[in-house]
Every structure is written in C-alpha cells, then in structure tokens.
C-alpha cells in the first residue's frame, strides 16, 4: 500500500502540496514570533536603560550582579518577587535573597512594585537576547549595501595636478595648430620667461633694490623665528589616558574647579589625582551606548573608551568585579602642556578668585576640545594686552574702589584697566 501511494501521481502532489504548507506556516509563525521578540526586546531593552542600568551590566558585576541570561540561573517566579519588593522576600526568610544581600555587603535594591508581570517578562527577556544588531538587507544583486569609502586626500592632488596639465598641454596643442594654420609664432610662456631674466640681468638698479629686499625679508623671518623660540601654542600631546573635556565640562557640564580645585586657592591649577576620577568612576565603568570621539590621529568607539577607562582602574588600584581597592596603584605620568617660564611668576588664585577671570579666557573652549591643547601662545605681549583691555571689576571690593576712584581721576577715565592699576609693573611677573 506505501509502494502504490509513493508511486502515484496525484498522492505525490498532495505530499508536495502539504509539505510547502507545513513549511510555509513554520517559516510564517517565525517571522510573527521574530516580529514579537523584537517589540519584547525593544520594550526591555527601554525599561532595563531607565530602571537598571545604573546599577547593573548584561556581561558583568557592576553596583549589582550581571544580569545576562539571568533566567538560566533563577526561576522566573522568584525574580519577579525579588524585583517587585526585595525586601519582603528577604524578611519571608528565602536564603537566597538573603544571601545576595549579604554577598553585596548590605545593599539595598530599589523595588519596583510598579512594574508588571509583563513588563518584568519583557526586561528578563531582553537580558536574555541582549542588544539586536541588524545588518544592512541585500539588495536585488544579493549583495548587502556598504557605506562607500572615502577618497584618500592624496588621490584628490593627483588628480588637480592631472587636470593642470591636461590643461597646459591643451593650450600647447592650440597654439601649434594656429601657428601651422599661418598665425605669426610667439615666443611662448618659456621664450618670454628667458626674455625677462635676460633683461633684469642687465638692470643694476635692480640688482641693488632686490639685494635690499631680500636682507630685509631674512631679517625679518629670522627675528620672526627667534621670537617663536619657547611659544608652544597648539602643543597636544598625546595623553597616557584619553580623557575628552568635551564629555566631561561639555556634554556633562561638570565644572572646571571639581577637578582643578587649587586654581581657586594656589599659585597652580593642579592635575586631579585619580581619587577625584574615582569619585564618578567608581560606578560609572563604560561610557554611553554610541559614545565616539575622534581626535586628529585615530577614532575611538565606545570599546575604545571603557579600555580608557579600565586603564584609570589600574592606576587606582581598582578592582571592578569585586568592586573593591587592590592596593595595587600605579601613578599615571600626565604630560604637561601649559608651562611658563621659570622667570615668570603667575598666581592663578589671584586670577580665578579675585579677577575672576573664566577658565577659558586663557585655555581656550575646552568644553569642546576632544584633547586638550594649548590655546593661546602665553607670551608676555599677550598678557600686557591682556592687562591693557581688561577693566577693574569693582564688584564687592571696598579697597579697590577707593584706589579706582583716585587713579580714574590721575588717568581721567571712568573705570581704570589692570595696566593703570600698576598690571605692567615688572616686579608684578619678574622679582
């Protein structure tokens, strides 16, 4: 009876027919199922951002546990009860909460009594899957499209160079069709070129104004480079740690004295010790999803900067996993980018507190510097011009205005500079 109906033609039809719809509905289910994962990964993938991802990783401890595929490891039942009120299920006496409790020395966990069933089988279920990377759909050739590289800027001189002498040999090639058609020749651009030099050969008068022209054009470029002996501005280092002032005081808004705290206080600014990085980083151990920074020498992604980041661990002799100090420190050697001569004495407390000069009037826009560099030249013309237009801010000061008020009226003006206030004495920078 099976040997007839494999020989027949109508029942091996019916047996296509029935396994193209077999696995029609199979594939149709799955793209339905992948079409509901997805919206379950995107709703957990929200709610684990805004409600966990301050004190939990998928891939590692942080303030709590790793959370990756922690339904392998818990059932589902207990973690809704310990997500919802942890401190209930701790007081029911299980041992497993307690001991999580103790392991991470007494930590409380916010509870979530707020959240669903749903939206807790959502967030479980995105610790799960983790993040989806999609990849670019083929187009109708099968090939997945690629973003297009870019041109090298080499090939863009080449290419100028090419068209000039495209050009060059163009006007050559017309010019001997003219004179073969009967125009009178020319010297060309090289006949008129040796015509000229021929001529200011013979003239003395020339040789004479050009020997003085050229004496002056050296003493100038050579007074120039003298002058520029010692004046680093635009010097950027290349740091042993990437840190972006433009993620920090720009798109954090922290302030330039959390960090240079004995700018306010001291003759120096101060380079932060690795405790004050420690303060944040203690508990913030990567940077933001889609983080780039790029520099002048490479780009750096988000892998790039948590790398960064470990590396500040290692000098504090921080132990992320066990989120405990080592006591292993290692110093990290900063290279110093804005430095004075020693003949010249700045006191940046007197600046900062008294003048109240911003931070940036001198150091440039670092709230947008990806590496910081040194901005202004810091020579003593900029800062006598510097003295020369600022004004006295009287503000709060009863001594400074008593002295303002007698030396507007010996210079005649209604508010007197730094410079008037005796800013261009030199025992002021040089004793």
Request: with cysteine.
């Amino acid at each position: 009876m099976k040997s007839v109906a494999l020989h027949n033609p109508l029942a091996k039809v019916l047996l296509k027919s029935f396994t193209f719809l077999l696995l029609f509905s199979l594939s149709f289910n799955a793209v339905a199922q992948d079409a509901i994962d997805e919206a379950r990964q995107k709703d957990g993938r929200k709610l684990f951002k805004s409600l966990c991802a301050s004190c939990h990783k998928l891939d590692k401890k942080f303030i709590g546990p790793a959370l990756g595929k922690v339904e392998e490891r818990r059932e589902n039942d207990w973690l809704k009860a310990w997500i919802k009120n942890n401190a209930e299920l701790r007081a029911s006496g299980d041992k497993d909460a307690i001991a999580i409790f103790e392991e991470y020395n007494g930590s409380n966990m916010t509870a979530f009594p707020q959240l669903t069933d749903e939206n807790i089988d959502n967030i479980l279920y995105y610790t799960t899957v983790g993040e989806i990377v999609k990849t670019p759909e083929p187009g109708p050739d099968g090939y997945a499209p690629q973003p297009a590289p870019e041109a090298p800027k080499w090939l863009i001189f080449i290419l100028a160079g090419v068209i000039a002498a495209a050009f060059l040999i163009i006007a050559s090639l017309l010019k001997t069709i003219s004179e073969l058609k009967g125009a009178p020749k020319t010297p060309g651009l090289w006949g008129n070129s040796v015509e000229l030099w021929e001529g200011l050969k013979r003239n003395t008068f020339l040789h004479v104004v050009g020997t003085i022209f050229v004496l002056l054009l050296s003493a100038y470029i050579l007074f120039g480079a003298l002058f520029t002996v010692g004046v680093d501005q635009g010097y950027q280092p290349v740091q042993p740690i990437m840190f972006s002032h433009k993620i920090h005081a720009g798109d954090n808004k922290i302030d330039c004295q959390y960090c240079h705290s004995s700018a306010k206080h001291s003759k120096h600014s101060g380079i932060p010790s690795v405790n004050v990085c420690m303060n944040c980083h203690k508990n913030i151990a990567e940077v933001a999803d889609n983080t780039v920074v790029e520099t002048e020498d490479r780009l750096y992604s988000k892998a790039d900067l948590d790398k960064e980041i470990q590396k500040l661990y290692d000098a504090a002799g921080w132990d992320p996993e066990k989120l405990a100090y080592t006591g292993d420190e290692k110093p990290i050697k900063w290279i110093r980018i804005h430095n004075l001569p020693d003949f010249a004495y700045f006191n940046h407390s007197q600046h900062v507190t008294v003048g109240g000069v911003e931070c940036q009037k001198c150091h440039g826009p670092v709230e947008t510097m990806e590496e910081l560099y040194q901005f202004s030249p810091l020579t003593m013309g900029w800062c006598i011009d510097c003295h020369r237009e600022t004004k006295v801010d009287l503000k709060g000061n009863d001594y400074y205005k008593k002295v303002h008020e007698e030396l507007a009226k010996k210079y005649g003006v209604e508010q007197v500079t730094i410079a008037q206030l005796g800013g261009l004495e030199c025992g002021k920078c040089h004793y």
